[in-house]
């Protein structure tokens, strides 16, 4: 959820920030009485990387003047094969400390809120804490295996927080209200960032419909903030709330989304152009399948790389995507078979096949928050047309012994 690197020079200084500053802290460090821990939460951004926001653990004590921000959402793209881990879910993340400071500027230029909660916790308990953030800042220690829905920045630091108060920390998730993974995922992107969002729900299967437990949910980090703000802690007399106050450290401006070019738009567009082209061409007796090989041959990429997040990667969250229905992969090659002047003798059986696909999509419109409509509709336009050209086409192989009545070529 945070992204280390926006630009050549802010990857130099960030750098810095989290590799050569917090060199010069020794580990022999300890927490005067006066030190204070918060979960510090970030607002989403206006980039992919940010649309979810952040969350962090700042240690702050004006005794020794320590500031350690421990943040779980660190990578490089200096990794090796940075992209095809990335795709296949395997991308090492680690831990990193910083100053709170360059961190908090830096979002704010993005325009992106920060909240400051600090936790009531005691002496030894900031103490576990401590020694548990810093044993997992270890060169040993510091990487782990991102996981979006299970494994991130904001779910590690729930996590670090019940080792340290074991059972005095009565900590029951994010109790508000309950989503699927997928429509915790809309909530943040459909009307912010509508093509992400689109496309995240085209890349996970259902999984991801599953609705997410208390604990689960956390992996957004507003709700593990209001997760901590309903958290309580036992103490020898008393139950007191885990979060001492709350501070807005800085409030973001509001900002207008984009709510022309999104895909409901789009798609519905260019449905409207293929019906008409198609009627069209079906009044002019035009026979031309460019526009089919363009529109199957993108469905068919999609096809196969919805197989190769199914069964090719690791998230966890990619198997048994029902989009494959329509996308279907072996529209290549199959789409190069046909022409208009020949067809395979089991094409038009397979029209058939790939339009009871079709019908069978429609149990997924919900998915794409009916974005989906306005794509089958173009498919099935098109599988309707060349159905319907099929019978001026001669099959391939066949002996013609009468002039068939054919269509108009375009030149």
Known sequence: ?????????????WTTLLFILPGAITQAQTLSPDARVSLVTVGPGTELYSGFGHSVLWFSDPATGMDRAYSYGTFSFETGNFY????????????????????????????????Q??????????????????????????????????????????????????????????????????????????????????????????????????????????????AFAAATLKTDSLTVPLVANETILYAASPVAYETVFTPKNTFWALAVLVVLFTVWQIKKNKLNFILDKILFTICGVMGWFILLLWFGTNHGVTS????????????????????????????????????????????????????????????????????NSLSNIPIEGEMQHEPRTAHKEDH
Request: aromatic share 18%; hydrophobic share 45%; proline share 6%.
């Open 117 to 226: 909660q600090v936790l009531n916790l005691s002496p030894s308990q900031k103490e576990k804490l401590y020694q548990y953030l810093e044993t997992n800042y270890l060169p040993e220690n510091r990487e782990y295996q991102y996981k979006f829905f299970f494994d991130n920045c904001a779910t590690r630091l729930g996590l670090a927080l019940q080792m340290a108060c074991g059972d005095s920390l009565i900590y029951p998730g994010y109790t508000a209200e309950k989503r699927s993974f997928r429509e915790w995922i809309d909530k943040y992107a459909y009307v912010q960032n509508p093509w992400a969002d689109f496309g995240m729900d085209l890349a996970i299967g259902a999984p991801s419909d599953e609705l997410a437990s208390p604990m689960q949910a956390t992996f957004l980090p507003d709700n593990l903030s209001a």
């Open 320 to 387: 048994f995507n029902f989009d494959i229905l329509w996308a279907f992969p072996l529209w290549i090659p199959i789409v190069y078979m046909f022409s208009k002047n020949k067809r395979p003798v089991w094409f038009q059986f397979f029209l058939v096949f790939y339009g009871f696909l079709l019908l069978c999509a429609t149990g997924i419109l919900e998915k794409h928050n009916l974005v989906l409509i306005p794509i089958l509709v173009m498919l099935i336009t098109r599988v309707y047309y060349i159905n």
């Open 1 to 13: 959820m945070f992204y280390q690197r926006k630009s050549f020079v802010f990857y130099i200084v």
């Open 84 to 115: 095809v881990k990335f795709l296949r879910g395997t991308l090492p993340y680690t831990i990193s400390v910083a100053p709170l400071a360059p961190q908090a500027a830096y979002w704010q230029s993005e325009n992106r809120s920060i909240k």
